[in-house]
């Protein structure tokens, strides 16, 4: 892995993170998020649907550490999107953040006026409001459509990758182009008992390390960002501790045998989870 991820404008993204979706509590968010920062993270991922930008905010401020060495990345959700909403959504993220400027902003969902927003979010990039812009959830074929009309190409992609749907046609064309691919759900969110995975466990046990350790090194390995969600502290370190063993070519090859090419987290082609998703009104105060 490369601890730090250069982004196609120069900007430097770390490559392991720290997510912050479905922690109920403004109070264990913040906490998490503290946790984390002290435990080294310096990426933190939040979005305005996760109704927890202010404890993010909180915590950035608690944890002492400057600014600059921070990079958070929110997103603009669905019911925000064309060019006067999403320059008023940036601004109200921002203000929930207590921030000045985001270090990556990205389309949450390929719905809605995609077009609009994104051209708000390059003149908020112009501005000097958002370090670098990018969207998640898109398949390659909107990205390509996305830079061929707009002026600047998104930096990142952020996408649902773990072992059991390793995407690694769709990761190469990204990378081809130049454009970070950032896994989210590195565990899948826990299902199908994926720590305790016998292929995974036995990579583990040759190295000495946890079953979620060999999860992020792999997608690591592959030039791929992490942000991994934990609201214990011992898994929060140990999520952080990646860096001092490395998978074999083998390694690497038994885990890619766990891919079962299809989303564990439902069909995003389905007209069902467009209406479902369209519909998400949400009030991004906390709960
Ligand atoms: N762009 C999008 O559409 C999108 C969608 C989903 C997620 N995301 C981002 O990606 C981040 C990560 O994905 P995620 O939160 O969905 O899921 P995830 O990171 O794949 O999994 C989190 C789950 O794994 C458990 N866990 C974490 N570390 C562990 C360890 N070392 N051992 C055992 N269990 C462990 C956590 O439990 P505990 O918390 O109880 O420890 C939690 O249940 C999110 O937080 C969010 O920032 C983005």
Redesign the pocket.
């Given at each position: 892995m490369k601890k730090i991820m250069e982004l196609s404008n120069g900007i430097s993204m770390p490559q392991l993170g720290f997510?912050?979706?479905?922690i109920p509590t403004h109070e264990d968010a913040k906490k998490a998020t503290l946790q984390a920062i002290k435990a080294g993270y310096r990426l933190i991922?939040?979005?305005a649907a996760?109704m927890n930008e202010r404890a993010v905010g909180e915590a950035i401020k608690e944890s002492g550490v400057p600014r600059e060495d921070l990079f958070i990345t929110t997103?603009l959700w669905v019911q925000d999107m064309g060019y006067e909403a999403t320059q008023k959504a940036i601004d109200h993220s921002l203000a929930r953040l207590d921030l000045d400027y985001l270090d990556l902003y990205?389309i949450?969902?390929p719905l809605n006026d995609v077009y609009g927003s994104w051209r708000a979010m390059e003149d908020a990039y112009d501005a000097g409001k958002l370090k670098a812009i990018g969207v998640?959830?898109f398949e390659n074929d909107r990205l390509q459509d996305l830079m061929i009309n707009n002026r600047i190409k998104p930096m990142v992609n952020?996408i649902?990758l773990?072992p059991f749907h390793a995407q690694f046609k769709r990761v190469q064309w990204l990378q081809k182009q130049g454009i970070v691919a950032e896994a989210?759900?590195?565990?899948?969110?826990?299902k199908q008992q994926i720590?305790s995975n016998p292929i995974i466990k036995k990579i583990a046990q040759s190295h000495e390390k946890?079953t979620?350790q060999v999860i992020l090194r792999w997608l690591t390995q592959r030039g791929i960002v992490v942000?991994?969600?934990?609201?214990?502290e011992e898994?929060i370190v140990?999520?952080f501790a990646i860096t001092d063993f490395e998978l074999t070519a083998l390694e690497m090859d038994m885990m890619s045998t766990l891919d079962q090419k299809q989303s564990l987290f439902g069909d995003m082609h389905d007209p069902e989870t467009v209406v479902t998703l369209e519909k998400m009104h949400l009030d991004y105060d906390e709960r």
């Open positions: 997510g912050v979706f479905q991922d939040t979005a996760y997103k990205l949450h969902q998640a959830n952020q649902e773990h989210w759900g590195p565990f899948a969110e826990g720590f946890t979620g942000i991994p969600k934990s609201v214990h898994r140990e999520n």
